[in-house]
């Protein structure tokens, strides 16, 4: 690998090194080859696919994303960016907290109040309050300050360290009839018609190569909805998906690897399991 490769290697997400170590493995078992790749999305060259597959002879576009709605994924942006992030210490405060926020409000009055606001309510023996808590809500000026700063739910918990403060982030999971497995059919052909995705596809019709290949990771959080159907079997429907998209990838994470459900329009829908060993490197 030349120091170029190398850079461009360094670069690389943990998502984008195990998503195409997903990739790579799959294709390699089924066409008994050797399978390389590049990662193509590096500078100069930002705005390309990003990554090149080789094999046999072939030469493969490969896109990389997440499969979240629009609103999730700019919310949990904003959140990333200006709030306190997954967890954090607060000076001053006896018991360990978690709390569960609504993404759709600003992060900056919990960012900047959450110590005062925690250190307030131990004061009074309040263990547990949030949008839901009526007798609260509308007269206690912490638990009022907590709803308006997207709060649902604030609560002592036991086990962690003291000042510890956990943070989920609540988002609206789609309806699924149980026994459906085509609830991922449906939701691909919604999720492919997102700008963001469209323009995956013009990535892809840019490399200029024949098999062009858009691999989703599952976003556990916003569409747990499609991580149960994957237990629902293999869909028999088929996804609306761009021309200039040749195979799409579904992947889920799991204690063991991933497990994969791949479509394209000549093979329709397989599915695989990749070892953690393969997926992960590990």
Same mark, same amino acid.
């Not at 999305?41 to 994303?65: C, M, N, S």
């Not at 492919?192 to 959080?221: C, G, M, Y």
């Not at 569409?223 to 079997?233: H, I, K, M, S, T």
């Given at each position: 690998?030349?120091?170029?490769?190398?850079?461009?290697?360094? &670069?690389?997400?943990?998502?984008?090194?195990?998503?195409?170590?997903?990739?790579?493995?799959? *294709?390699?078992?089924? =066409?008994?080859?050797? @399978?390389?790749?590049?990662?193509?999305? @590096? +500078?100069?060259?930002? #705005?390309?696919?990003?990554?090149?597959?080789?094999?046999?002879?072939?030469?493969?576009?490969?896109?990389?994303?997440?499969?979240?709605?629009?609103?999730?994924?700019?919310?949990?942006? =904003?959140?990333?960016?200006?709030?306190?992030?997954?967890?954090?210490?607060?000076?001053?405060?006896?018991?360990?907290?978690?709390?569960?926020?609504? +993404?759709?409000?600003?992060?900056?009055?919990?960012? &900047?109040?959450?110590?005062?606001?925690?250190?307030?309510?131990?004061?009074?023996?309040?263990?547990?309050?949030?949008?839901?808590?009526?007798? &609260?809500?509308?007269? =206690? +000026?912490?638990?009022?300050?907590?709803?308006?700063?997207?709060?649902?739910?604030?609560?002592? @918990?036991?086990?962690?360290?003291?000042?510890?403060?956990?943070?989920?982030?609540?988002?609206?999971?789609?309806?699924?009839?149980? #026994?459906?497995?085509?609830?991922?059919?449906?939701?691909?052909?919604?999720?492919?018609?997102?700008?963001?995705?469209?323009?995956?596809?013009?990535?892809?019709?840019?490399?200029?190569?024949?098999?062009?290949?858009?691999?989703?990771?599952?976003? *556990?959080?916003?569409?747990?909805?499609?991580?149960?159907?994957?237990?629902?079997?293999? +869909?028999?429907?088929?996804?609306?998906?761009?021309?200039?998209?040749?195979? @799409?990838?579904?992947?889920?994470?799991?204690?063991?690897?991933?497990?994969?459900?791949?479509?394209?329009?000549?093979?329709?829908?397989? &599915?695989?399991?990749?070892?953690?060993?393969?997926?992960?490197?590990?």
């Amino acid at each position: 690998m030349s120091d170029g490769e190398d850079g461009a290697a360094a &670069r690389m997400s943990r998502a984008e090194e195990a998503a195409v170590k997903v990739v790579t493995t799959l *294709l390699a078992a089924e =066409h008994g080859v050797v @399978v390389s790749h590049e990662h193509w999305d @590096v +500078p100069p060259r930002q #705005g390309a696919h990003d990554f090149w597959l080789r094999y046999g002879g072939r030469k493969e576009a490969l896109e990389i994303t997440t499969f979240a709605d629009q609103d999730t994924k700019t919310h949990a942006a =904003h959140w990333q960016k200006r709030g306190p992030g997954f967890s954090t210490m607060v000076e001053g405060v006896t018991s360990a907290w978690t709390i569960l926020v609504d +993404p759709g409000f600003r992060a900056e009055a919990l960012t &900047r109040n959450l110590a005062e606001w925690l250190r307030a309510l131990e004061s009074e023996g309040i263990l547990e309050t949030g949008r839901w808590d009526s007798s &609260r809500v509308d007269t =206690h +000026p912490v638990a009022a300050a907590l709803a308006s700063a997207g709060v649902m739910i604030a609560q002592v @918990v036991s086990g962690p360290p003291a000042g510890l403060v956990s943070l989920a982030f609540a988002s609206a999971v789609p309806p699924r009839a149980a #026994g459906d497995p085509d609830h991922i059919s449906r939701a691909l052909t919604e999720v492919l018609a997102l700008e963001r995705h469209q323009k995956d596809a013009a990535k892809l019709e840019r490399s200029l190569v024949p098999v062009r290949h858009l691999f989703f990771w599952i976003d *556990l959080t916003s569409r747990l909805d499609v991580v149960r159907a994957f237990e629902e079997g293999v +869909p028999t429907a088929a996804p609306t998906v761009d021309d200039r998209i040749t195979w @799409v990838w579904l992947a889920v994470p799991t204690e063991d690897g991933a497990d994969v459900l791949r479509w394209s329009a000549a093979c329709g829908w397989r &599915r695989d399991a990749v070892a953690a060993s393969s997926a992960w490197g590990m």
